[in-house]
């Protein structure tokens, strides 16, 4: 494998021959471990059994007091999907029995009306709506569309609320997707991979360039705001050449955005990734290789790294934000809205209201069990502690802002940042040693390079991250 040397965008104000040269693969590959993907600090493993419906409950009933009124985010989980891909690590059932969505949405009302009630009049406007999977198209247009409606009956929508939805292209024709428009979703994802015929059966995934293709134009067409496309790297079957090919008909396609993630391979975790030859997957250096083949190649396109995985085009709104410093991020990842609390809706779905994280039980028979007894399905939960809220607060400004300004936290906390931290600064200077930060008495800067590696450079603030076994994905 032959070294990537890269030229990275520099931040505004620094010219072309200030840039740093680099080899991308080798800090790629010592920063290439285990790490969350901080869709929340503490992560979900914190939770325990020992929090549940009472902490959601009067976290509910409190969230309006003193004049605060956060907006909400609605994620709704339908876990079903008719064919098994194998890399997946996802909360999924696989069944081709399309009669057991009508029981699992009556589960999901009842949930929307209890956690309603439970609020106590304390519900202020969905400014985010997303549905995840599973699959949420294996539920036809008529059941997408009662699902919708119900819910904005229960809670207040947003006259301009984000509606996104996770998109199987193999589930989907233009039809559908002209459905899904008219039901209000205004924000489309397609689950791609890969569009590598060899790759694709390897994964037991396939679909072909030309059909997401024609997807992909007619979301345009229909007014789509956000088109996404998700690709994995380090698949089975996957090589230089290959990646190539698909990278540039990912491009040819000009998605809004792109998520790029690590496919990490944890058979003994997930049995769908038992069916994946290990012989078959890109060794480490080859895995990093691909994952700076892509940097480059979507750099090269005109796409914005904007972190964690992602890339925007540099008009998106994301784009926007991250240059204006107005970045945040939830459990969905990436977003321009401001802090929202999240009411997750369906099996293992997750809520954060105020300071407390609860999530549903995992198993769906459980769920199901429970709401028709009419009972919240929750099994777990964490009551964010006062050095949690701290730390989350650091994660998120290194994360979103690339920045940390030591007086600021310490005056909005109380603490004296840098003896509070100082531990985690000492830390630092590894990252600071390879250019990926700029540090000195005032704060902490994340470089153009290193925003690739935010998330090692996170983990330094994560105080739960030594109790963990390594069930994360790879960093990268
Ligand atoms: S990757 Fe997505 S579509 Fe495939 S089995 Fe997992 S949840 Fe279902």
């Known amino acids: 494998m032959s070294a990537t040397v890269i030229q990275f965008n520099p931040a505004p104000g620094i010219s072309s021959n200030q840039r740093p040269k680099v080899d991308l693969n080798d800090l790629l590959t010592r920063h290439d471990v285990p790490g969350p993907r901080y869709t929340s600090y503490p992560t979900i493993d914190q939770c325990t059994e020992s929090v549940g419906v009472g902490a959601l409950e009067d976290a509910l009933k409190g969230r309006c007091l003193g004049g605060l009124r956060r907006p909400m985010s609605l994620y709704v989980h339908v876990p079903f999907c008719e064919s098994v891909c194998y890399y997946c690590a996802c909360n999924k059932v696989i069944t081709r029995k399309h009669d057991r969505v009508s029981h699992y949405l009556n589960c999901l009302e009842h949930e929307a009306m209890l956690i309603a009630k439970k609020a106590a009049g304390n519900l202020t406007p969905v400014t985010q709506f997303h549905m995840g999977g599973g699959t949420p198209t294996f539920l036809n247009d008529k059941e997408l569309l009662g699902l919708v409606q ?145 940097i480059e190649r ?113 005056q909005s906390h109380w603490i004296e940042f840098e003896s509070y931290f100082e531990k985690e600064l000492a830390q630092l200077r590894q990252f600071s040693e390879q250019g990926l930060l700029d540090m000195d008495e005032q704060g902490i800067e994340v470089t153009p390079l290193g925003w690739f590696f935010a998330r090692p450079i996170a983990m330094v603030f994560d105080h739960y991250l030594h109790q963990r076994s390594s069930g994360h994905s790879k960093v990268l």
């Open 150 to 294: 119900g819910l904005k009956m229960v809670f207040p929508f947003a006259a301009n609320a984000e509606m996104s939805i996770e998109v199987d292209p193999r589930t989907v024709d233009e039809n559908r997707l002209l459905s899904l428009r008219s039901i209000g979703f205004n924000r489309i994802s397609f689950g791609v991979q890969d569009f590598n015929s060899l790759v694709q059966k390897a994964v037991h995934r396939e679909q072909s360039f030309e059909s997401v293709e024609s997807l992909v134009k007619a979301a345009r067409r229909l007014g789509f705001e956000s088109i996404n496309v998700d690709l994995i790297y380090g698949l089975p079957k996957q090589n230089p050449e290959r990646f190539a090919e698909t990278l540039d008909q990912l491009v040819s396609l000009s998605p809004d955005r792109v998520a790029l993630y690590g496919y990490a391979h944890l058979p003994e975790r997930f049995k769908p990734q038992r069916r994946i030859h290990s012989e078959d997957l890109p060794d480490a250096a080859g895995r990093v290789a691909l994952l700076a083949q892509a």
């Open 298 to 410: 979507m750099q090269g396109a005109g796409y914005d790294y904007i972190g964690m995985d992602h890339f925007a085009k540099p008009q998106d709104p994301l784009a926007v934000a991250k240059r204006q410093g107005r970045l945040h991020r939830n459990f969905q990842g990436y977003t321009t809205q401001p802090d929202a609390d999240l009411i997750g809706l369906g099996v293992s779905a997750i809520s954060k209201v105020g300071s407390v994280m609860v999530q549903n039980t995992r198993e769906l028979d459980a769920y199901e069990d429970a709401l028709s007894r009419g009972h919240l399905a929750l099994f777990r939960g964490h009551e964010l502690t006062r050095d949690d809220i701290i730390r989350y607060s650091v994660i998120m400004g290194l994360l979103c802002q690339g920045s940390v300004q030591f007086q600021d936290y310490s």
